[in-house]
């Protein structure tokens, strides 16, 4: 059975001609034009960056190697296809799918699962390190620093130190990135432990376990087959949403620098600790038990929308609604109601069932309101739900989980980028004084 390194070794030549081609092809052609409100509006639709994972469309969302969300679920292996329990497809086959741009065999992906296992444990000095931080301290800071500490052992700051070629980055990157995905789920759930006392503290793992089943035992879902197999499902969506989003995007951009995998990661992590970013779906949840609250178990559209009225009047955005690119109810929000749909504990569910009504009413609500381009929901309207409905219901935790995630889209990018020998990013920049002379002329 081939290894991820070996598919990625593979693919590597490929992606180099290509990147070659285009360069020798097309190297002066013209990608569109800069408008100052692009420059003040966060670069909004400038295609300005190399991201190979995925590719979003505003109309059709997004598509992982030219496949979209019920395509990877057709072809994916699951839990079930390497001899455990569970639909979803996994993360693992996610990955590998990321990485090379091709369909894992089961083969494949139950060698990958055993290969993050056997790196999962965590070395004791970052033990320490998580174990030394205040509980008052945010799970995200916590996560954030604890991915950097492990640049101590980072194969690819070493290899650099000692003067490996520029054409072999690539090998040292992708074996940090394995590494620290392998550790991810531990680091989350020492946090969790340290913070709300839950899982037993040990972070024990299993060599038969893929990697959510061994973070769910972790954190004290072991005997939980619905929550293990949303996990699984949650965690493979959220894994790459292309290269610009402020997670994404940092990765990147600290990796330039060639900074190491752990260094890029956990700069990723601090801006998905934003609030327009990863942390909205903790305020989706609060959100939600506040019209929980307000309008009850059976609630009327008329009183839903009402509640929606007056979080747009007191000057607040709905969270879960609206997106910087898609004008589509978001594809990862229909997989995860497709997943409620298929689970009597979660049909069943007031706040899962209050969160698909307001999914029907909000666009309504919000093209009325008539600010935001995109009125439907975005993913986080219904994650953080799901979590709480299983019991996990501390939401200042429900970023780190996506946080386990992005890994899988980011680090792949950086392999990539080291790969392809991109250089270090550098766009101008102007002061308004210095826009205004170039302006004028
Ligand atoms: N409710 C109310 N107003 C909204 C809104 C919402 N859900 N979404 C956007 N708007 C408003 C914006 O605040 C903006 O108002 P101003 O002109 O007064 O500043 C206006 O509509 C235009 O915004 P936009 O171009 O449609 O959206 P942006 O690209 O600027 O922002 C996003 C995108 C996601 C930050 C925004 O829609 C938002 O704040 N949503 C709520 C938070 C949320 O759900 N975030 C999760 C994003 C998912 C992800 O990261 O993957």
Redesign the pocket.
């Known amino acids: 059975t081939k290894t991820l390194k070996d598919a990625v070794a593979e693919v590597v030549p490929a992606k180099r001609e290509q990147l070659k081609k285009l360069k020798a092809d097309y190297n002066d052609a013209n990608l569109g034009q800069i408008k100052l409100e692009n420059l003040l509006?966060?670069m909004?639709g400038l295609k300005v960056m190399l991201w190979e994972g995925s590719v979003l469309d505003s109309e059709r969302g997004i598509a992982f190697h030219g496949k979209s969300i019920p395509d990877c679920e057709k072809v994916l292996p699951t839990a079930q296809d390497i001899g455990l329990s569970g639909k979803e497809m996994l993360p693992e086959s996610m990955l590998w799918l990321l990485l090379t741009g091709q369909v894992p065999s089961k083969e494949e992906v139950k060698q990958l699962s055993a290969e993050l296992a056997s790196k999962g444990k965590l070395p004791s000095y970052a033990e320490k390190i998580i174990d030394s931080f205040p509980k008052t301290m945010h799970p995200m800071t916590q996560f954030a620093s604890a991915v950097a500490s492990l640049n101590h052992d980072s194969k690819f700051a070493e290899a650099y130190k000692q003067g490996v070629r520029k054409t072999e980055y690539w090998q040292p990157t992708l074996e940090d990135s394995i590494d620290l995905i392998a550790k991810l789920p531990a680091i989350a759930a020492r946090i969790y432990h340290n913070v709300f006392g839950r899982g037993d503290g040990v972070q024990k793992i299993d060599s038969n376990l893929d990697l959510i089943g061994n973070y769910s035992q972790m954190i004290g879902y072991g005997d939980n087959e619905g929550m293990i197999d949303y996990l699984r499902l949650y965690i493979a969506i959220h894994g790459d949403?292309e290269g610009g989003?402020?997670s994404a995007h940092t990765a990147h951009l600290v990796g330039s620098a060639l900074s190491d995998p752990y260094l890029s990661y956990s700069a990723a992590l601090l801006g998905l600790a934003g609030?327009?970013?990863?942390l909205?779906?903790q305020?989706?949840l609060g959100w939600a038990l506040d019209m929980q609250k307000k309008v009850g178990d059976n609630a009327s559209e008329s009183d839903i929308k009402e509640f929606l009225w007056t979080?747009?009047k007191s000057g607040?955005?709905?969270?879960?609604?609206?997106?910087?690119?898609l004008r589509m109810p978001?594809p990862r929000f229909s997989a995860l109601s497709r997943f409620c749909d298929t689970r009597p504990e979660l049909k069943n569910s007031s706040i899962v069932q209050l969160v698909q009504k307001t999914s029907k009413v909000a666009p309504e609500v919000?093209k009325e309101?008539g600010?935001?381009?995109?009125?439907y929901p975005?993913?986080?309207?219904a994650s953080g739900c799901v979590l709480y409905e299983y019991g996990l219901k501390e939401w200042s935790y429900y970023t780190v989980i996506f946080g386990i995630s992005r890994a899988l889209g980011a680090l792949p990018q950086l392999v990539m980028d080291r790969a392809l020998g991109l250089p270090i990013e550098r766009p101008k920049s102007l002061s308004m004084d210095a826009l205004e002379e170039l302006l004028k002329k």
């Open positions: 509006g966060g909004r949403h989003n402020v609030p327009l970013h990863g909205a779906n305020e989706v979080t747009l607040r955005v709905v969270p879960g609604y609206g997106h910087a690119v978001d919000l309101h600010k935001t381009k995109n009125p975005n993913v986080d309207a």
